[in-house]
């Protein structure tokens, strides 16, 4: 097989896309291709490169879930073919760089996935409460009377508080389900906007608070006291930062 004719093949190949017969006597031609084979390497590093770019929306957790829930692996009806040379090549290449980045990366990426699991589970689930025909659990400011829904439903204790002279007036609460795990959700209002307070129980160390935005909704996240907190909305950060700092206090 002429290299040049083997050019066609390339992408095909690298992409599992030629026939058994095919894909046999092309790997027979990277065995004496230095050429080929290095283009396969290139393949590989710029594919890494595309997904540590993150060049994706992430499914949600929960979104995942429902899909492993439906579907189940199919197990493959051959063995896998032994591996070239090229491919350990290409894996040991793959590893270096990877290593680099995440050193240099590590603690952006931990904030990162952080963002695109818990938080935008959370953010997602608080655009949907804005939603026409969205329901709240308990509609009231009265402390007491929340208090005593989440009781009945719950059995880790609810810090209701209502700031309203604070500038941040108890709507009421309701239940979710975020990760998997059942959250109580505290609705406040400032100024019109609408703000919940998503809270679980953790056992996870206290943390000092975390702030970030997703789809034009910002959040801050914080641990105390075996609670774990995260309130979310579409207004101004220092907003959130100041409600974050009395329900720290009332804690």
């Given at each position: 097989m002429r290299c040049n004719f083997s050019d066609s093949l390339l992408q095909e190949y690298f992409d599992d896309e030629l026939t058994a017969n095919t894909?046999?006597?092309?790997?027979?031609?990277?065995?004496?291709?230095?050429r080929c084979a290095t283009e396969l390497v290139d393949l590989d590093l710029l594919r890494?490169?595309?997904?540590?770019?993150q060049l994706y929306e992430p499914a949600t957790a929960s979104l995942r879930w429902r899909i492993n829930a439906r579907f189940h692996p199919i197990a493959p009806k051959?063995?896998?073919?032994?591996?070239l040379p090229w491919h350990w090549m290409a894996a040991a290449?793959?590893?270096?760089?990877?290593?680099i980045v995440l050193a240099k990366l590590g603690p952006r990426l931990q904030v990162d996935d952080y963002q695109a699991e818990l938080a935008g589970e959370i953010v997602d689930s608080h655009m949907h409460s804005l939603q026409p025909g969205s329901t709240m659990g308990v509609a009231s400011?009265?402390?007491r009377m929340v208090t005593s829904w989440f009781e009945a439903k719950?059995?880790?204790?609810?810090?209701?508080r209502d700031f309203a002279n604070e500038g941040f007036a108890l709507k009421g609460g309701r239940l979710d389900v975020i990760e998997g795990r059942s959250v109580a959700v505290l609705a406040y209002e400032r100024d019109g906007h609408p703000?919940?307070?998503?809270?679980w129980r953790t056992r996870e160390p206290e943390t000092s608070a975390r702030t970030g935005s997703r789809q034009g909704f910002q959040?801050?996240?914080?641990?105390?006291g075996k609670m774990e907190f995260c309130v979310v909305s579409d207004t101004k950060v220092a907003d959130l930062e100041r409600l974050h700092e009395l329900i720290d206090s009332s804690t």
């Open positions: 894909a046999e006597e092309f790997e027979r031609h990277l065995r004496h291709c230095a890494d490169r595309l997904h540590l770019a051959t063995p896998a073919s032994k591996p290449a793959a590893l270096l760089f990877i290593a400011s009265d402390e719950l059995k880790f204790a609810v810090p209701v703000i919940n307070v998503f809270m959040w801050v996240d914080w641990r105390k």
